[in-house]
């Protein structure tokens, strides 16, 4: 067998280890992973409590949106309907299509990632836990203080999509749409910080012999997922910065008068918005390949081609975002193209569906709850991808554009895309952390009452859109022909919501939290890891993985697992820790030393929540306060991070040694900033994108920008910054003393390139409120901005690390980030410079 | 990265030159020069994936596992010439 790290793959037969362990280790495990009592629930960062948070949060979220949508087919439910008047109407639909999308369905995901990955991979935790904890308080704060805005008549009312110009401040001038675009937001960075961590802890923890070839679906779905928030994501965190700034500040992004371009807005939302449709749906599509298997008691089928549908969809979904601007008027070349990806896309979700439906056919299915959820999500998501492919059809587009044919067929994809798998996963997971299974005999009717109201709720939409009904309006008139479908929509409304109801009372009847063990164990005799017993430190010991099921490959795997027979029995250094293993072949690299509870990822995420509030009510004092509080938490939270441990080497079982701490491209830490410098690039190209397309389509506002020869000087600061940093990790790796020193000059560098860039542009003539272009240009140089002013807080950070004599030599986890990021911010800066220079001249 | 460089080619190809193709279109627009540029950059994104396509299948398969990367990056460089082809239909035949 082939090595990827110079690991020996013949070590693996070393284990199971045959001598008795003593029961004192599993004390210590169980005392070091020990359960909060009293308001520790607060400080917890364990996934076994910030995954059931989250996904209980979600849940709550869910039913929030829900009532709403009940409200709102309460007023449709007849012609000339007077429950809620027209405004509210509109704030509710909005607050209704927001909350499902950003506080539901992608949190939902993102949730049940966290929760089931670590023991799906066998790893103690996900790497990252304090950032867990702080995506799951800033999106549960946040989330919860935009909901309010409902209660007081403040909610946004411009759709879940927010276009300018009825967004804009002239049409919008209340602060409701503020609390839209500062809340979601707000929102992103915690979806970013959770992609994150799934990413790395996808990549970087499985257990060792855990090949990408043996991972389970549900883990590509949530790699391939949260790949797609990076990219995805920073377009709507772009896209919501430029449109609070111009109703701020009167920048002119979207304000066609004065050289910008509303349709910017729809590409920037857009780019985000139908990848956004493949962020719910892959990870749902995950867990239903996961538990097609178990139901159907056989391999899944084309468990390799099911991977190529997942990457296939993951870079496909990125060509369609313009299907939803068919009706703007786009040149009919540029329509083609993307009316020939909307319908490629089309092709992996079907191979997936194929998959499945192969599956059960070869197997000899259950039809128990989960079961019944899944093959009813495969019906209505085949249902909604065929209208899909129906409306990637240009002419017929144009004509069901904004009518309820549209409505439905959202429905039914995200429904059944979704929802339903989601009720599927609650059936099967919920044994694996509860002592008792919820009853299958109410979920089949559960199944039923959702099965049922959803195809009432949503069939006869089809036809009312047909007719001519178009969305988002409060009532409609008599004598249409809409009365009728829309009542019985209503109906189907309400048997939905029975269905949900009925989920609620089994959940009280049934569910019993048991983190620490004690779960009802593995009831559906499934293959794969997550049903190994697990207590609060997950599993005793972590198994070598030698097949893709190895619970039905193995039998007697846990009796073992639980005797401690594989690696880490035991805790190596009295510390919470986990393995850290390759990302292609699984091989174990090093011990990661985890961090435990803390009260700063909760400080941190309320400060970062009343900042964006503070915003949003424009108590700037207030704001200014908030945010410097939560850059304190942070720091405070990472000031404990990064630290050796006594033992250079450890034993992880079987003799096997590996080290506690490492740098360089093989640590995780190196990997998330990595990734977090993909998602600061991809803000910063939408950027480039806006200026170029600001300029593509409204040349007339163009001026000739400032001459190349004025960048020069620009360059060589960005040259002499990214130079400093790379030469300051380098003194470090001789032993110099002060490599900070570096870091300091790079970072003054870099913020006279920025002053000098700034100046150039102003002394042209060039004011970000005059028009489009100098409003584009402006907001690049903030984006730099922001970049030099974090750059120049990592290096006082690795100053005062390096005072307190936190900088280990000769090399440095802390040191190798600080590095990464400004030669980063040098590059970015350079980039700009030229770019915008380029656009026009 | 080499490793999933090779596993991901295929669909990368498709999306350099789905974003040229829409480049092209947002920025230079329609005409007879963008129509054989476009013609032109099909061509080669699928000749890059006949032989990226070859050149996996001459790759020693080392074990399972490399050789299940191996047919993965094959599958994904047949769906991206594919993709490829489809995508650069409209313009052709418009
Ligand atoms: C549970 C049953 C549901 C019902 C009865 C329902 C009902 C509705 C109704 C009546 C509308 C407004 C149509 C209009 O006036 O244009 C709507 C819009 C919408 N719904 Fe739902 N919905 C449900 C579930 C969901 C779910 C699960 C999601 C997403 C995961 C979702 C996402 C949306 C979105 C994005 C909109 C568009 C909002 C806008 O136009 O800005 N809905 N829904």
Not at chain 1, 220 to 231: C, G, K, R, T, Y
Not at chain 1, 313 to 335: E, K, Y
Not at chain 1, 629 to 634: E, L, R, T
Not at chain 1, 693 to 710: D, E, H, I, K, T
């Amino acid at each position: 067998m082939s090595s990827e790290t110079g690991f020996d793959p013949a070590l693996y037969a070393r284990f199971p280890t045959r001598a008795p362990r003593p029961d004192e280790e599993k004390e210590e495990l169980a005392h070091i992973w020990c359960a909060p009592k009293g308001w520790d629930y607060l400080t917890a960062v364990n996934n076994s409590y910030i995954g059931l948070y989250y996904l209980g949060t979600a849940f709550l979220f869910f039913l929030l949106a829900g009532i709403l949508a009940l409200l709102m087919r309460v007023q449709l439910a007849a012609p000339l309907m007077e429950v809620l008047p027209q405004a509210v109407y509109n704030q509710v639909f909005t607050m209704h299509g927001t909350v499902m999308m950003f506080l539901f369905a992608v949190p939902a995901v993102e949730a049940a990632g966290v929760l089931l990955l670590p023991q799906m991979l066998a790893a103690r935790d996900l790497p990252f836990p304090r950032l867990s904890a702080y995506a799951f308080w800033a999106y549960a704060v946040g989330g919860l203080c935009f909901f309010a805005s409902i209660f007081v008549g403040l909610a946004p009312d411009g759709g879940w999509f927010m276009y300018p110009p009825l967004t804009s401040k002239a049409y919008s001038p209340g602060i409701n749409t503020d609390f839209w675009l500062l809340g979601i937001g707000f929102i992103e960075i915690s979806a970013i910080a959770g992609a994150i961590e799934i990413i790395v802890g996808v990549l970087r923890t499985r257990a060792p012999g855990m090949s990408l070839d043996r991972m389970p679906i549900f883990a590509w779905a949530m790699l391939v997922f949260a790949a797609m928030i990076v990219i995805a994501f920073p377009s709507v965190i772009l896209a919501t910065l430029l449109l609070e700034i111009e109703r701020a500040f009167g920048w002119p992004f979207f304000d066609a008068g004065r050289g910008g371009d509303p349709l910017l807005w729809q590409h920037l939302f857009w780019f985000f918005g139908h990848p956004e449709v493949y962020i719910i749906f892959l990870p749902a599509a995950g867990m239903v390949s996961m538990i097609v298997a178990t139901v159907a008691r056989t391999e899944l089928v084309g468990y390799r081609l099911i991977v190529l549908a997942l990457l296939a969809t993951g870079f496909i979904s990125f060509g369609v975002w313009a299907h939803h601007m068919f009706a703007t008027g786009l040149p009919p070349m540029t329509t083609g193209f993307f009316s020939a990806a909307s319908m490629a896309v089309s092709i992996p979700a079907g191979i997936q569906v194929f998959a499945w439906i192969a599956t059960l056919a070869v197997g000899k299915p259950r039809y128990s709850a989960p079961g019944l959820f899944v093959i009813g999500s495969i019906l209505i998501f085949v249902t909604g991808g065929l209208t899909g492919v129906m409306v990637a059809m240009v002419p017929f587009d144009w004509q069901a554009h904004d009518s309820y044919f549209i409505v439905a067929h959202l429905h039914y994809v995200l429904i059944g895309g979704m929802v339903f798998p989601l009720f599927a996963a609650f059936y099967y997971w919920i044994p694996s952390i509860s002592r008792r299974p919820l009853s299958d005999r109410l979920g089949r009717w559960v199944f039923g009452l959702m099965f049922a109201g959803m195809n009432i709720a949503f069939l006869p939409m089809h036809l009312s859109g047909l007719q001519g009904m178009p969305r988002r309006v409060s009532t409609y008139l008599p004598g249409q022909g809409l009365a009728l479908p829309n009542l019985v929509s209503t109906v189907g409304a309400f048997l939905l919501a029975a269905g949900v109801l009925l989920f609620l009372v089994d959940l009280v009847r049934n569910f019993r939290f048991a983190p620490g063990g004690g779960t009802a164990g593995n009831v559906h005799d499934a293959g794969t890891l997550e049903w190994l017993p697990t207590e609060l430190y997950s599993v005793r010991s972590i198994p070598v993985v030698a097949s893709r099921e190895p619970l039905w490959d193995d039998p007697a795997l846990a009796a073992r697992v639980e005797a401690g027979r594989y690696f880490l029995p035991r805790s190596a250094t009295g510390l919470r820790e986990t393995i850290v293993t390759s990302p292609l072949r699984a091989e174990p690299q090093y011990l990661q030393i985890l961090p435990g509870p803390s009260p700063w990822p909760i400080a941190a995420a309320i400060f970062t929540a009343g900042f964006f509030l503070a915003l949003t009510v424009q108590a700037y004092g207030f704001g200014l306060a908030s945010g410097l509080f939560a850059v304190i938490a942070v720091l405070r939270w990472l000031w404990e991070s990064d630290r050796r441990v006594a033992a250079e080497r450890v034993d992880i079982g079987a003799g096997i040694e590996v080290p506690t701490y490492v740098t360089g491209s093989a640590s995780h830490g190196w990997w998330a900033m990595v990734i977090l410098l993909i998602v600061m690039g991809m803000i910063f190209v939408m950027g480039l994108f806006s200026l170029a397309f600001l300029w593509s389509n409204q040349p007339s506002y163009w001026a000739p920008p400032p001459a190349f020869r004025g960048a020069v000087p620009i360059l060589l600061l960005d040259l002499a910054a990214a130079a400093l940093a790379i030469g300051g990790r380098r003194l470090l790796l001789r032993g110099a003393a002060w490599p900070v020193v570096a870091f300091v000059l790079s970072t003054a560098a870099l913020g006279g390139a920025l002053w000098l860039d700034r100046g150039q542009w102003a002394a042209a003539g060039f004011a970000a409120e005059a028009s489009g272009q100098g409003a584009a240009v402006f907001a690049l140089l903030a984006l730099q901005g922001a970049a030099v002013a974090t750059g120049a807080l990592m290096a006082g950070y690795c100053a005062a690390r390096a005072l307190r004599g936190l900088v280990t030599r000769p090399a440095n986890t802390s040191i190798d980030l600080t590095m990464l990021f400004l030669a980063y911010a040098a590059i970015q800066g350079l980039v700009g410079a030229l770019f915008t220079r380029a656009v026009g001249a | 990265m080499r490793a999933w460089a090779i596993m991901l080619s295929g669909l990368l190809i498709w999306a350099a030159h789905f974003f040229i193709l829409y480049g092209i279109g947002e920025f230079i627009g329609d005409g007879f020069a963008s129509r054989l540029a476009i013609a032109a950059l099909t061509g080669v994104c699928l000749a890059i994936c006949a032989l990226l396509a070859a050149a996996v299948m001459r790759m020693p398969p080392r074990d399972f596992f490399g050789k299940w990367r191996m047919q993965l990056a094959f599958a994904g460089l047949g769906i991206g010439a594919l993709a490829i082809l489809w995508q650069g239909l409209p313009a052709l035949l418009a």
